[in-house]
């Protein structure tokens, strides 16, 4: 079932549209994450979606019900922002107790059920017992998950996180995404997050929308989006470098690299062409190229190759063998890792 639902919401300051007729409907118990380069929009559209920033036309549903009227405070969504925003002189217990108090309607329970409550908050997010530590001893992940504690507290039935893992170090990162999703999918809690690191929003997503200028440029699962990035922007976005324009004929493509192998059904003509590193093949014939870089990656080796003629070459090979900076190789293409993009969207 559907919780939330854009329709058509745009934001303008001034002339400008910064969110630009989006829709988007996110599922119960699905997590979505928002993708994209610093200023498409994504944090105005959670904004938009907690009630902070109004709409310049467009409609926010959640359940069904039209939010143009309900106040912040009102629609039942727990927000995690970037800097996490916790009281710096009050104890744990006290900054997780404060989203328990946020709970709508003025109903919520008292003292001794909060004090409950806020340990087994503390429990799901990995910090059992620290109620009475000072949030300046904590270190930031620590303080992250007291963020996440208290903005689950409430039991929103929508989460929203803006860069949740922003100020982390990649290995905190890393391993606080996979907790993140268990967590969230034990407790069943829809998800809309931002994020401009892809990693993470593959790691975290059910599905992501990656966003361009206030549009969305491609929504899909992680695996959709990775294995058929929709345009050139979406490509270059989630780092893949190897682009060029080509000359579709049936099964093969003439490019600046010479004839590269097409999916079957891949359309005819000018179109741009992608080529993933892991289908860049060393082999005994093909096209030349020298190494120019050569990087470990733990379960491959990156290679930037030189071609004798066309860009420059991003290509993966196994650790084993793997050829040396300044040495002369042969490329060849593997067509399952060549996608055709549409002509002319940078
Ligand atoms: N109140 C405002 N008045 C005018 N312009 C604004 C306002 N709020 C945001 N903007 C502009 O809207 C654009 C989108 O901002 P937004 O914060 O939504 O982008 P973002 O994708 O979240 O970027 P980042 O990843 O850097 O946080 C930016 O160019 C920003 O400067």
Redesign the pocket.
Known sequence: MTLLQLEGVSVR?GERA?VDSVDLAVAEHETVCVL??????????LRVVAGLQQVSGGRVLLDGADQAAVPVHRRGVGLMFQDHQLFPHRDVGANVSFGLRMRGGGHGPGRGSHAGRVAELLELVGLPGSQGRAVASLSGGEQQRVALARALAPSPRLLMLD?PLGQLDRGLRERLVVELRGLFSRLGTTVLA?T?DQGEAFALADRVVV?RDGRIAQAGTPLEVWQRPASEFVARFLGFENVVPATVAGSFAATAWGKVPVPAGSPDGEQRLLVRPAGVVLCEAGLPCEVVSRTFRGTHVALLLRPGSGPVLEAECGLAGAPAVGDRVAVAFTPAEVVVLPPGDR
């Open positions: 300051f910064v994209g380069p610093s200023g498409s929009g994504k944090s105005t559209l860069e931002v401009h966003m």
